[in-house]
């Protein structure tokens, strides 16, 4: 098994025309069609029959994030606009924290047209509840890519309030389209809770209560965990060798009665997109961390890039629990004893995880997912997934009209 760190991104591209990327959803979210991939072969359904092919008694994990309105324009006195992009925050960090709270705030972000903003502060007036509200927008210290900006507010309003008035939703870019009003409720799953992502778990976009229920009524078990998705998601990768990525950090909560619940299943879950890939995938090595060290903190939960295949043994074979002998349920019922030990509720930590070729997967046994771009680190979360057969998967989309990316269509995939 060639090292992870060593493949070449170039092995994983494919032709995607712009007219297979669907600008947008179709009428009905769970009329999309749905690719079935089961022990190497390949075939087609429509996405409300997907009861109809997962396991009785299994348990299925949804990621409830919440896309935020994290694009905020500001007009300068000399006509320039100036666009700003929340990624993250940084005053207060916490995400349930930020959105209530009211006259300050600061968030790491993006600037559009920064040339044009070399300092001084700007301003924007907005009504909320029919009162005029003014925010005003001071740039600070670079921050990695981003760039941290204080925003302060008039008004006995919280900062949920502010940007759903003056934000816009941020649709992927290579939807090549402005926003539309339509947006705000398509480009969200209908069990999205907690605020937080700029980008939309995009799986999730083809249920509908008529579909979850369906779900209930044939004995499969729901469960919700929370992970932000970032800007990073649609990072591309530049390096030859995708060792020169790095991944983009996300933030994830999951509660201690998910873990329970996993332990209930074997440590086994259906994965609903790649964000609860990660986030899944993600428990087993905090499980491994608080197993060396039970005085870790949350903040050193924290699973960097290559953690999973660090020691020289998981280098040939991708798989570090050969090399820790620890299984799955062992991990997960060492992380929530820890939890139990610190008296949490609910985990927040962070997740830097990259899974490529190579990788073992360790709680997730079934997949549902959308169609992702060429050369693309989701690519090598699929490939690690159905063991390098992905292109039978996407020559077979290609060949039977699937439509690709966000909007696009879904598949199952059983390996």
């Not at 087609?44 to 299994?58: A, G, Q």
């Not at 389209?177 to 995009?202: F, H, L, M, N, W």
């Not at 999973?308 to 050969?322: C, L, N, V």
Request: charged share 25%.
């Amino acid at each position: 098994m060639i090292n992870p760190k060593h493949i070449h991104i170039s092995d994983y591209q494919y032709p995607l025309p712009d007219e297979r990327i669907a600008k947008f959803p179709i009428a009905q979210r769970d009329h999309s069609k749905l690719l079935v991939y089961r022990h190497g072969e390949v075939g087609e359904d429509i996405f409300y029959h997907l009861p109809d092919y997962l396991p009785k008694n299994s348990l299925m994990v949804f990621n409830n994030t919440k896309v935020i309105q994290a694009r905020m324009h500001f007009r300068k006195s000399t006509g320039a606009l100036i666009e700003v992009f929340l990624l993250e925050p940084a005053e207060p960090s916490d995400y349930e924290l930020m959105f209530q709270t009211s006259g300050h705030c600061a968030w790491y972000c993006l600037v559009g047209n920064l040339k044009k903003w070399k300092e001084g502060m700007l301003e924007r007036t907005i009504t909320i509840n029919q009162y005029p509200i003014t925010v005003k927008a001071t740039r600070g210290p670079i921050h990695g890519t981003s760039y941290r900006i204080d925003f302060d507010w008039d008004g006995n309003v919280s900062f949920a309030e502010v940007i759903d008035a003056m934000g816009e939703l941020p649709i992927p870019p290579y939807l090549n389209r402005e926003t539309q009003e339509s947006d705000k409720i398509t480009y969200q799953t209908v069990y999205s809770k907690i605020k937080g992502s700029v980008a939309a778990p995009t799986a999730g976009l083809h249920f509908t209560e008529q579909v979850l229920q369906a779900i209930d009524a044939a004995g499969i078990e729901r469960e919700e965990l929370t992970l932000h998705v970032g800007a990073g998601t649609f990072k591309p990768v530049k390096s030859e060798e995708i060792e020169g990525h790095e991944m983009h950090t996300e933030f994830i909560s999951v509660r201690r009665a998910t873990i329970r619940k996993l332990l209930d299943h074997d440590a086994s879950a259906i994965a609903v997109g790649t964000t609860s890939v990660r986030t899944l995938e993600s428990l087993y090595y905090m499980g491994l961390k608080v197993m060396c060290n039970p005085a870790l903190s949350e903040e050193q939960l924290h699973v960097k890039q290559w953690e999973p295949y660090e020691g020289d043994r998981s280098q040939e074979t991708g798989d570090r629990s050969q090399e820790t002998g620890v299984r799955s349920v062992e991990a997960l019922k060492a992380l929530g004893d820890w939890m139990d030990a610190k008296g949490l509720e609910v985990l927040h930590s962070s997740t830097q995880i990259i899974i490529a070729p190579g990788y073992d997967y360790k709680i997730v046994k079934m997949l549902i997912t959308n169609f992702h771009q060429p050369q693309s680190t989701l690519l090598l979360l699929v490939s690690a997934f159905v063991k390098g057969d992905w292109r039978k998967i996407y020559d077979y989309a290609l060949a039977h009209d699937f439509r690709f990316l966000s909007y696009g269509d879904s598949s199952l995939l059983i390996p």
